[in-house]
């Protein structure tokens, strides 16, 4: 028996199937214009569910320790593009077909927005409490976890002597640039949409350091306009060799059921 970690993303935390039912473009925009579609924007996999109940679910199984991980899976397609989400219509007027989901490029874009929707349930006192979780339990999911599944324990994923010095730095809540809608044009991605168009977050990242150096600066952002607060140039990237993954218990104080006597131990030999 190997051990089992799970994973989830933003999009499954926040958004309803009902997206995929959108009939505007662009979203959320005072000159929107009707497109039947515009809810191809938010095909994804697993798809979008359809009741609060199953958002409620994946909260549920964060906090209960199942999901140990939270990631973006950004997927970097365009909408209104030839090759983007649009495709499937574009080809289908061309040949005079049938244009169908399943020729949708998959996954949505959500890189620079998983931070601050996390951290927003970790921070705001206005989430109700079973959407809340600790700062801790942020640091864990967005950070700690991802390094020590993937190897890279004792460089990344905490602060620490020897660890890179990659660091967010957030406003003071009572900041008056810390609370924040989310608007595709403030985001730095190349993509023409955000799924959490107008989405209200009650904090966004101020400074960000990669390996001890400054990269991203808001104030900087705010103050001279769009794109000035990018420090970071696209050749700073460094390649990391990988260690031995570590096993994650979730739930912690709990022995998963069915397990052999030190079969704990193999998995980590």
Excluded at 11 to 31: F, K, N, Q
Excluded at 112 to 125: C, I, K, Y
């Amino acid at each position: 028996m190997l051990p089992v970690h799970a994973e989830t993303c933003p999009h499954y935390l926040y958004l309803l199937s009902s997206r995929i039912a959108g009939t505007c473009w662009p979203l959320a925009d005072e000159h929107s214009h009707q497109d039947d579609w515009a809810g191809a924007s938010h095909i994804c996999a697993p798809p979008l569910r359809h009741d609060e109940r199953d958002l409620q679910g994946v909260w549920d199984s964060i906090n209960n320790g199942t999901v140990t991980v939270i990631s973006s899976d950004h997927a970097a397609s365009l909408y209104n593009d030839l090759g983007g989400k649009r495709k499937p219509l574009v080809d289908a007027q061309a040949n005079n077909s049938v244009p169908t989901f399943a020729q949708v490029p998959n996954g949505l874009p959500g890189l620079e927005t998983r931070l601050p929707l996390l951290f927003d349930a970790a921070t705001n006192p206005g989430v109700k409490l079973e959407r809340r979780i600790s700062l801790p339990k942020f640091v864990a999911l967005t950070s700690t976890n991802a390094a020590k599944l993937y190897g890279l324990s004792g460089k990344k994923g905490s602060i620490a002597p020897g660890y890179d010095a990659d660091l967010v730095i957030w406003y003071p809540k009572d900041h008056a640039d810390a609370r924040t809608t989310i608007t595709n044009d403030s985001l730095h991605h190349c993509i023409d949409y955000t799924p959490f168009e107008g989405q209200q977050v009650c904090n966004w990242p101020r400074r960000v350091f990669l390996r001890g150096e400054l990269k991203f600066d808001r104030d900087l952002e705010l103050k001279d306009g769009y794109g000035k607060g990018v420090l970071g140039k696209s050749d700073e990237g460094m390649y990391l060799k990988r260690g031995k993954g570590e096993v994650l218990v979730g739930r912690v104080g709990q022995e998963p059921v069915g397990m052999m006597a030190d079969e704990r131990s193999s998995w980590i030999d």
